[in-house]
């Protein structure tokens, strides 16, 4: 019965987009985390997503199953972006010359993202209150 | 004349077959709103019910004999199709969040209709047997 499968579609797909908010989160967190050398700096990190047909599911491969998709995080990768040198001698963890590096966050691509990830979040608690209610009436079908 | 489940459901139970599939299709493609290079699928409702409805008053093939060989796919089994994009990201998803909200709650719609419609079915039916 497809209606089940639609809530492992979407439950996965909340899932996914919980680890998104999780990372935005993070980098959020540690947006002013410096250090004193590049490659102990925080970098930002962010889920790459990928789509999780049924028949991976376990559900079996059916014609049907293999049409329903949903959401597998493949990994967290982190950003390339330049770190930020500052010049601040008199910060505790500054280098020889004189410099503390900063994480690569960029603080409105992450609140972007933030926002992003929590409407498609409410998408899909949306399409599980949508697809229960279809349930029901199922379940209540000859009564 | 003797009661025929299948004559006395009509197109109500491969609509709500097909319904309950685009659902499933629609909640994929919500899911996967945020996913690169996902293509949203989508089915011909209108085609998969004509092919469900012509298999029922004759106009396709039929097999008269044993040794005929069957023509056409079961009723259900319709090919997905893409939607086309309107405006597609940067990543290649063709996803309008949009769009497949307002289709998911239009097919939710619809399949309580074909609900309703299979729940006066079995009321006639039972009203027949009573036969109050």
Request: charge should be negative.
């Amino acid at each position: 019965m497809s209606i089940n499968a639609i809530f492992d579609v979407a439950g996965s797909a909340m899932s996914a987009q919980s680890i998104r908010l999780n990372t935005v989160a993070s980098n959020l967190a540690n947006a002013q985390t410096a250090s004193s050398s590049i490659g102990q700096t925080f970098r930002a990190r962010h889920p790459v997503f990928a789509p999780l047909y049924q028949d991976q599911l376990g559900a079996g491969g059916t014609a049907q199953g293999d049409a329903q998709a949903g959401v597998q995080v493949l990994g967290i990768v982190e950003s390339d972006a330049p770190l930020q040198p500052r010049y601040e001698p008199h910060h505790p963890l500054a280098d020889e010359q004189g410099y503390v590096y900063y994480p690569n966050v960029n603080v409105v691509e992450e609140m972007a993202d933030m926002i992003s990830a929590s409407r498609s979040f409410q998408i899909n608690v949306q399409v599980v209150e949508a697809a229960k209610t279809l349930a029901q009436r199922v379940l209540a079908l000859g009564q | 004349m003797a009661i025929n489940f299948n004559a006395a459901l009509g197109v109500h139970e491969q609509a709500l077959l097909v319904r309950e599939r685009r659902a499933g299709v629609l909640a994929a493609n919500l899911a996967n709103a945020d996913t690169p290079h996902f293509q949203a699928r989508d089915l011909d409702f209108q085609a998969l019910i004509r092919q469900a409805a012509g298999e029922q008053d004759g106009s396709r093939l039929r097999a008269t004999q044993a040794l005929h060989i069957g023509a056409g796919a079961p009723a259900i089994a319709g090919d997905l199709l893409y939607r086309t994009p309107m405006q597609p990201t940067l990543d290649g998803n063709t996803v309008d969040a949009d769009i497949e909200m307002a289709q998911f709650a239009r097919n939710s719609l619809d399949f309580q209709a074909s609900l309703t419609f299979l729940q006066g079915k079995f009321r006639g039916l039972r009203s027949a047997l009573k036969g109050e």
